[in-house]
């Protein structure tokens, strides 16, 4: 297996694209390769031409490196909030363009999003209705615990893929 392969360790696949939010699956890529299931996730809505707008689109496919944010509101949050989990930091994603700040976190609905990646446990499908994940908490905690076991700051990746032929 080569580095890239080895270190690009999170997979989320967009499935569905409704007016308000994405609906997706991430798979945690353990170190033989094999990709695991995790949970689900909502994102904003799509926006054409493929491109972030700054709190209601969600960011264009590709690859991505990820990093521990260890600082602002999110990250202090959440360290009191799992301290059962010991957490080290927020996952958050770094090299798109023009934007930051954008983390994987807990939320149940497009509301809860301004261009982060929320996690859940269930999912409602979004094309008549809005997007809805549930049981976020108990997904993310169970991500975090996981991922943080082959989680490589600024060398694990993550490969995001439209599957949702917008």
Same mark, same amino acid.
């Given at each position: 297996?080569?580095?890239?392969?080895?270190?690009?360790?999170?997979?989320?696949?967009?499935?569905?694209?409704?007016?308000?939010?994405?609906?997706?699956?991430?798979?945690?890529?353990?170190s033989?390769?094999?990709?695991?299931?995790?949970?689900?996730?909502?994102?904003?809505?799509?926006?054409?031409?493929?491109?972030?707008?700054?709190?209601?689109?969600?960011?264009?496919?590709?690859?991505?490196?990820?990093?521990?944010?260890?600082?602002?509101?999110?990250?202090?949050?959440?360290k009191?909030?799992?301290?059962?989990?010991?957490?080290?930091?927020?996952?958050?994603?770094?090299?798109?363009?023009?934007?930051?700040?954008?983390?994987?976190?807990?939320g149940?609905?497009? @509301?809860?999003?301004?261009?982060?990646?929320?996690?859940?446990?269930?999912?409602? @499908?979004?094309?008549?209705?809005?997007?809805?994940?549930?049981?976020?908490?108990?997904?993310?905690?169970?991500?975090?615990?996981?991922?943080?076991?082959?989680?490589?700051?600024?060398?694990?990746?993550?490969?995001?893929?439209?599957?949702?032929?917008?």
């Amino acid at each position: 297996m080569n580095k890239i392969s080895k270190h690009c360790n999170l997979e989320l696949y967009r499935f569905s694209s409704g007016l308000n939010s994405t609906l997706g699956s991430l798979y945690i890529i353990n170190s033989l390769g094999i990709k695991n299931f995790c949970c689900f996730t909502l994102e904003d809505r799509f926006h054409f031409p493929d491109e972030k707008v700054s709190g209601s689109t969600r960011i264009p496919a590709g690859i991505y490196k990820l990093n521990y944010k260890k600082e602002g509101g999110f990250y202090s949050r959440y360290k009191t909030r799992f301290k059962d989990i010991h957490h080290n930091g927020m996952i958050e994603i770094v090299g798109v363009p023009n934007f930051t700040d954008i983390l994987l976190h807990c939320g149940n609905h497009d @509301q809860h999003t301004k261009g982060c990646v929320l996690l859940g446990d269930t999912a409602e @499908q979004n094309v008549t209705k809005k997007g809805f994940i549930g049981n976020s908490t108990e997904a993310y905690k169970r991500f975090y615990k996981e991922f943080v076991n082959t989680f490589v700051p600024e060398v694990s990746k993550i490969k995001i893929i439209d599957g949702d032929d917008v």
